[in-house]
C-alpha cells in the first residue's frame, strides 16, 4: 500500500512543488518588466573604435582604428546592405565581425550607406556600384597607398561587391561572400515566391511608394517566420527576463533588427526586377547602367560563407556563385546557422571568423613587403 | 468548392502533424520528468506544427492571391489619397510631391547627360593620351638609331632613305615629305 501510494504521491508533489517554483520565479521576472525599457535604451550600436574618414551624399566611409599597426598591407572593406544598419557586422564585443579582422590585423573600413530620403529615389545600383564603391575604393586605396583592396559583402551588399569586382577586377585583390544571393532561380526561399511577377507589381510599387518603406520591408522579413517572431520570440524573452547577458543580446539583436532603413526605389526595382523575377546575373544579362555584369571576370580568390538554414538567403541562391567566377582559387564554408546567425552566432565567432581570417591572411600581403600589383612600372622607374 | 476540401485538408494535416508530435514529446515523458519541462516541450511541438504549417499556408496560391489583392489595395489607396492631395496643393497653387518628383527626374536626366559626354570625354583624352604615349616611344626609338657607336647624335638624326630607294617610291608615288630636299 505505501508503495501504491509512493507512486501515485511523489510525481503529484513534485509537481506541485514545481509549479509553485515557476509561479514565485515567474512574479520575479514580472517585477524585472519596469526596468526593461531602461535596459533597451542602454544598448550601444557598434562595439569597436572606428573614425568617419570619408563622406559622400548620405554615405559615410568607417575606419576601425587599432592599438597596433596593421599587419597587412592590402586594406579590408566591408560593404553591407542597402535594407539594413551595418553596425549588424560591429554589433558588441564579443559579437563582432569587424573585431576579429582587425584583431588579425587587417586595416579595416565599412561603408555605411546612410539613410536614402524621398530625393534618393532615383539612385540605382550603377550609382552606387560605379559611383559611391568606385569612389570609396579608390579613396582607400589613395589612403593606404595600397593598389587593391579587399572586399567582404554581406547579403545584397555581398552581390553589389560581386557585380563590383567583376565590373573593376583589378581592384579586388580578395572577394569574400557573407550570404550573398547570386543565382535567384529556385523557388526555396518565400521571397522568391512573394516577388514572383503575377503577384508583385514592382513597378507601380516604385511609382507609387518612390522608396521601398521600412515597414514594409520589415513586414516582409518577420512574415518569413512568423511564428519564431512573433511568438516564440516573446515567450523566450518572458522566460529569460532574470538573465542580464541574455537581455544584453536581445536587445542589442533587437534593436538592430528594428532599425530598418528604406532602400532608393530604382534600386529595389532593380533588385526585384534584374534579380528576384528575371535573374539576370547568372544568365550573364545584369546591367549595371551602361555595363553588363559577367561574372566570368572575377579572377581573383573568392572565398563564399553560406548559412545552412537561412530562410532570407537560402543556400542555393549562393552555392552556384563559385561555378560562375572565373577564379581558380575558390573556397566555400557553410555554418549551421541562420541569416543573421551566421555574423553573430556564437558558433559562427568561434570557428566561422577566425577560418575566414585565416583565409584571408593566406592570400594576403604583411606590412613592408615590395611592393606588387598594377604599378611595377612606376615602383622601378623610383 | 475543392478550395474548402483543400483547406479542410491541410488543417487536417496539421492537427495530425501537431498530435504526432505531442505524442512523440510525451513518449519522452516519465513520471519523474519535471512538469514544465514536460510542458515546454509540447509547447515546442505544437509551436513547430504550427511554423511548418504557417509555411506551407504561405507557399499556396491562396495565400499569394491573397497578398496580391492587398498589395493592389494598398496601392490602390495610396494613389488616390495622392492624387487628392495632388489637386489639393495645385487648386492652392502650391507644389505638390510629384512635381518635386518631376523636377528630380529632369535633374537626373541633365545629371546623366552630363556625365556621359564627360565619360566620352575622358575616353578621348586616355586615347589621345595612349596615341602620344605610343609617338613619344617612337621618337625615341628614332633618335636612338640616329646616335653614333659612341653615343652621340648626328647633325641630322632622320635617316632618308637611300638615293634608289627614293626613286623607286617616286616612281609609285609615295615618296614622303623630306624638307632637306
Known amino acids: 500500500m505505501s508503495t501504491f501510494s509512493s507512486t501515485w504521491t511523489h510525481p503529484w508533489m513534485s509537481w506541485q512543488q514545481s509549479v509553485m517554483d515557476e509561479s514565485l520565479l515567474a512574479m520575479r521576472r514580472m517585477a524585472r518588466l519596469p526596468f526593461l525599457w531602461d535596459r533597451s535604451q542602454r544598448v550601444s550600436k557598434g562595439a569597436s573604435p572606428s573614425e568617419i574618414v570619408y563622406e559622400e551624399d548620405r554615405l559615410t566611409l568607417l575606419h576601425y582604428t587599432s592599438e597596433r599597426p596593421p599587419r597587412y598591407r592590402t586594406p579590408l572593406v566591408f560593404v553591407f546592405a542597402l535594407v539594413n544598419r551595418p553596425y549588424i557586422l560591429d554589433l558588441k564585443p564579443g559579437k563582432s565581425v569587424v573585431e576579429h579582422f582587425v584583431k588579425a590585423g587587417f586595416d579595416t573600413y565599412l561603408v555605411d550607406w546612410g539613410v536614402p530620403q524621398a530625393a534618393d529615389r532615383h539612385l540605382t545600383l550603377d550609382d552606387y556600384i560605379n559611383g559611391y564603391m568606385v569612389n570609396v575604393m579608390d579613396y582607400v586605396r589613395e589612403r593606404t597607398g595600397s593598389d587593391q583592396v579587399n572586399v567582404l559583402g554581406y547579403c545584397m551588399g555581398g552581390t553589389m561587391s560581386a557585380m563590383f569586382t567583376a565590373l573593376h577586377p583589378r581592384v579586388v585583390r580578395n572577394l569574400m561572400l557573407l550570404a550573398a544571393g547570386i543565382d535567384f532561380g529556385s523557388r526555396d526561399g518565400l521571397l522568391q515566391l512573394w516577388t514572383d511577377p503575377a503577384v508583385f507589381d514592382v513597378d507601380r510599387f516604385v511609382e507609387v511608394y518612390g522608396n521601398a518603406p521600412a515597414w514594409f520591408l520589415q513586414s516582409a522579413f518577420l512574415l518569413l517566420k512568423p511564428v519564431q517572431n512573433l511568438i516564440e520570440k516573446p515567450i523566450g524573452l518572458a522566460e529569460r527576463m532574470g538573465d542580464d547577458a541574455y537581455l544584453d543580446d536581445y536587445f542589442a539583436m533587437e534593436g538592430w533588427l528594428n532599425d530598418n532603413i528604406p532602400v532608393p526605389g530604382e534600386v529595389f526595382r532593380e533588385f526585384v526586377k534584374y534579380l528576384y523575377q528575371q535573374n539576370r546575373l547568372v544568365k550573364g544579362q545584369m546591367p549595371v547602367g551602361k555595363h553588363i555584369v559577367d561574372l566570368k571576370k572575377i579572377t581573383c580568390p573568392v572565398l563564399n560563407l553560406m548559412a545552412t538554414r537561412d530562410d532570407l538567403v537560402p543556400c542555393s541562391q549562393s552555392e552556384p556563385f563559385n561555378e560562375l567566377v572565373g577564379s581558380h582559387d575558390k573556397t566555400t564554408m557553410e555554418l549551421p546557422a541562420g541569416h543573421i546567425g551566421l555574423a553573430v552566432g556564437s558558433k559562427a565567432q568561434r570557428e566561422l571568423w577566425p577560418a575566414a581570417t585565416q583565409w584571408l591572411g593566406q592570400r594576403s600581403d604583411k606590412a613592408g613587403t615590395a611592393r606588387r600589383g598594377l604599378r611595377k612600372g612606376r615602383a622601378k622607374d623610383s | ?181
Open chain 2, 1 to 181: 468548392m475543392d478550395n474548402y476540401f483543400d483547406q479542410a485538408q491541410r488543417f487536417g494535416q496539421m492537427w495530425l502533424d501537431f498530435m504526432m508530435r505531442s505524442m512523440q514529446a510525451a513518449t519522452g515523458m516519465t513520471p519523474q520528468t519535471p512538469p514544465l519541462e514536460a510542458m515546454r516541450q509540447m509547447r515546442t511541438a505544437m509551436l513547430g506544427a504550427i511554423s511548418q504549417a504557417a509555411e506551407q499556408w504561405m507557399r499556396s496560391p491562396q495565400f499569394l492571391d491573397l497578398m496580391k489583392q492587398s498589395l493592389d489595395g494598398a496601392l490602390s489607396y495610396w494613389q488616390q489619397l495622392s492624387g487628392v492631395w495632388t489637386q489639393a496643393r495645385h487648386a492652392t497653387q502650391g507644389v505638390a510631391h510629384e512635381d518635386v518628383d518631376a523636377l528630380m527626374v529632369s535633374v537626373r536626366h541633365l545629371e546623366q547627360r552630363l556625365l556621359d559626354r564627360m565619360e566620352e570625354m575622358s575616353d578621348r583624352v586616355e586615347e589621345l593620351s595612349r596615341d602620344m604615349e605610343q609617338l613619344g616611344r617612337r621618337l625615341a626609338k628614332l633618335n636612338a638609331n640616329g646616335r653614333t657607336s659612341n653615343g652621340q647624335a648626328h647633325d641630322q638624326p632622320i635617316r632618308r632613305p637611300a638615293p634608289a630607294a627614293r626613286q623607286r617610291k617616286r616612281a609609285r608615288g609615295q615618296e614622303a615629305f623630306n624638307p632637306a630636299e
